[in-house]
């Protein structure tokens, strides 16, 4: 299909670590058969909680890391197979937007310079019409012009978000991973730069990869979701599906233990959550439990979940979840 | 009527030089009744957590506090001696923070920080305290609470961190936790779980807890009463139901209309305009006039206090769904 920005199948990454001294090294398995597509103009929200696996995703999409094995294909090339000269003109068409705009900017570059960077390597655009380029995406983000000369630290969080977003749009690229770029900013601030974000695609018919840990954000933004834990994706839904129906112990977990305002309020609501509040924690990912990862903390748990790792399982046209009892527990 | 366990009426906090002050928080008035969970709300800057500090006695020079009243269980803070008033942290008044990880010293263990507290204030023989330390473990629902009194921060998770940190602050069972921000920096499950504790611990032991966040959603969970703060300013007060329902100040409304949630079923979520004022950039008026929907020109010449709007106190002239203040 032609209309498929991105692609990836069986995306797994192991990063070596150690174990310690005189210990032998360990396999820390980041990511583990992950597979997605998208399609332009779409959004697809990665929702999981940390150590989950999202931002490792996100560097295997923008190409800052060879995946282990499995392929990622964007715009219709196969990344993973590509030579030098083929992922450079790949790595013009996905570009990132981080979680801490204070991090993400160069301090001792004014705005201007930053936002023609891209121009300068990836293009032969001589000067005045890199600085052309750079005034007027400066205006779609919602600056105004004497921004150009500025540098970052005179900038509050969220309009530093948007020269980070302005930025990432300079090569007019078909695919922005944005990995949580709303949680660093205040309520709102943050709805703010979300609106910003549906304008421009609107706009340019970019797609983005948005990663986030806040449901309610995903609710918004979001066309399909993949949830994911310990490497491994747990369901897969678009938006509508998953809030309403959702398949997955664990995605039923999120969706439960998110605070909301309107919600019933007080005691019921603390019960409420009390009860269906994950036990424990993340378990290491340096040794992941057998069969279903989620199996230590899953409240419908049995011993089968301890022997087969759960395969994604068709439950509707685009709706697939991981768990060998999501019809028994329905 | 009973005296309320903490009183503080106009409370400002001020840092810099005398002549050009940064204020942190001005005019802050509010109480804090025993047993009551009272929720402050508010963006980054927004004097909440400076508030909480300067109730507790930890903003230090150069930095100053003045309050026309500051009081715990109807004792003046700010007349105690130091040494008093000392003794009263960790003791009566106790405080947690957002980071569970740079809050415990990670050169002792679990049972070493705990215990020290509890010598502290109470003394007791090492075993007496061991034990103590021990039951304060299995009170905040650490699993395997005898191996982890061994264990060193840097050998716990963010969410374990932060049980150690709460069983610390209730060790000599305090009549108020001050609970700042306690789980913005976990993740979601672990979040509902944190949040269970406090409110059972909070019921249990009948303390009160001010619980300082900028998750609306949390304080909808826990808070009876809420605080709005807004560019070092309380902009309004009311309790949990009546914010919700019907907030009186504009800011409260926007920042409740700018909730995901609140915006089930539209394309764009309604934002508020423009940014916090900076400290110097103030304006004459009502801090919030430059960004505010219903601005009048009052609003830009006269600052307006904390005015009584029904059941909720809002500073505003203009109160939504109410009158205009005369």
New interface residues.
């Given amino acids: 299909m032609s209309d498929l920005v991105l692609a990836t199948d069986a995306l797994t990454k192991r990063y070596e670590v150690s174990g310690g001294l005189f210990q032998p090294k360990a396999t820390v398995r980041a990511l583990q058969d992950v597979s997605l597509s998208l399609a332009a103009g779409r959004t697809l929200a990665v929702v999981g909680e940390s150590g989950c696996g999202k931002s490792t995703l996100a560097r295997q999409i923008a190409m800052l890391e060879a995946p282990t094995s499995g392929t990622i294909t964007i715009g219709g090339v196969d990344a993973t197979a590509a030579d030098a000269a083929a992922r450079r003109a790949l790595r013009r068409t996905v570009q990132m937007v981080f979680q801490n705009p204070f991090a993400s900017l160069n301090p001792r570059k004014k705005v201007g310079t930053a936002l023609e960077e891209p121009l300068a390597i990836n293009t032969d655009l001589g000067k005045s019409e890199r600085e052309e380029r750079g005034r007027a995406m400066l205006g779609r983000v919602g600056l105004s012009p004497e921004h150009y000369r500025r540098y970052p630290h005179m900038f509050s969080g969220g309009q530093r978000q948007r020269v980070a977003i302005a930025r990432a749009l300079m090569l007019e690229p078909r695919l922005v991973i944005a990995d949580e770029p709303v949680s660093a900013l205040d309520v709102s601030i943050q709805a703010q730069v979300l609106n910003l974000l549906m304008d421009l695609q609107d706009e340019t018919g970019v797609a983005y990869v948005f990663i986030s840990h806040n449901l309610a954000v995903v609710e918004l933004i979001a066309d399909e979701v993949i949830v994911m834990y310990l490497g491994r994706v747990m369901e897969r839904a678009p938006k509508a599906e998953l809030f309403a129906a959702p398949r997955h112990p664990y995605t039923r977990a999120l969706l439960a233990s998110t605070p909301r305002v309107d919600a019933t309020r007080g005691a019921a609501a603390l019960a409420r959550a009390a009860a269906s509040a994950l036990s424990g924690e993340l378990p290491s990912p340096l040794a992941p439990p057998s069969g279903c990862v989620f199996r230590t903390r899953c409240p419908f748990a049995i011993g089968r979940c301890a022997e087969v790792v759960p395969a994604l399982e068709p439950a509707g046209a685009a709706h697939a979840a991981a768990c060998i009892r999501q019809d028994e527990i329905g | 009527m009973s005296v309320p366990l903490l009183e503080v009426g106009r409370l400002s906090v001020e840092f810099g030089s005398t002549d050009m002050p940064l204020r942190a928080a001005s005019d802050v008035s509010f109480t804090v009744d025993a047993g009551e969970v009272v929720g402050i709300v508010g963006?980054?800057g927004s004097g909440k957590s400076v508030s909480a500090l300067a109730v507790m006695g930890l903003i230090d020079a150069p930095g100053r506090v003045r309050a026309e009243r500051l009081a715990f269980a109807g004792r003046d803070l700010q007349r105690m001696p130091e040494r008093e008033r000392r003794s009263l942290l960790g003791g009566d008044m106790a405080m947690i923070f957002q980071d569970p990880v740079t809050s415990l010293n990670p050169s002792f263990t679990v049972a070493f920080q705990l215990m020290e507290t509890i010598a502290l204030h109470e003394g007791g023989s090492r075993k007496a305290r061991r034990a103590r330390a021990l039951k304060l473990l299995k009170d905040v629902e650490i699993?395997d609470a005898e191996r982890r009194l061994h264990a060193f921060p840097h050998q716990l998770?963010g969410?374990?961190s932060q049980r150690v940190m709460l069983a610390m602050a209730i060790a000599c069972n305090p009549r108020l936790l001050i609970a700042d921000e306690p789980t913005t920096a976990l993740?979601?499950?672990?979040?509902?779980?944190m949040?269970?504790l406090l409110?059972r611990l909070q019921k249990e032991r009948g303390m009160a807890l001010v619980l300082i966040t900028?998750?609306?959603?949390?304080i909808?969970?826990?808070a009876?009463r809420v605080l709005v703060m807004y560019a070092g300013q309380v902009v309004e007060s009311a309790s949990?139901?009546d914010l919700?329902a019907q907030p009186r100040h504009p800011y409260t409304e926007?920042?409740?209309a700018?909730?995901?949630?609140?915006?089930?079923g539209k394309?764009?979520?309604?934002?508020?305009?423009g940014?916090?004022p900076g400290a110097f950039d103030r304006p004459a008026g009502c801090l919030l006039s430059p960004r505010c929907p219903y601005v009048q020109e009052r609003c830009r010449v006269e600052r307006p206090e904390l005015f009584e709007v029904g059941t909720s106190r809002a500073r505003c002239f203009y109160p939504l769904g109410a009158a205009p203040q005369p």
């Fill in positions: 963006e980054s699993p998770s969410g374990m993740d979601v499950t672990v979040q509902a779980q949040l269970a409110a900028h998750d609306l959603g949390v909808s969970e826990v009876q949990a139901e919700f926007a920042l409740l700018s909730l995901p949630e609140r915006n089930a394309r764009r979520l309604a934002s508020l305009a940014t916090v």
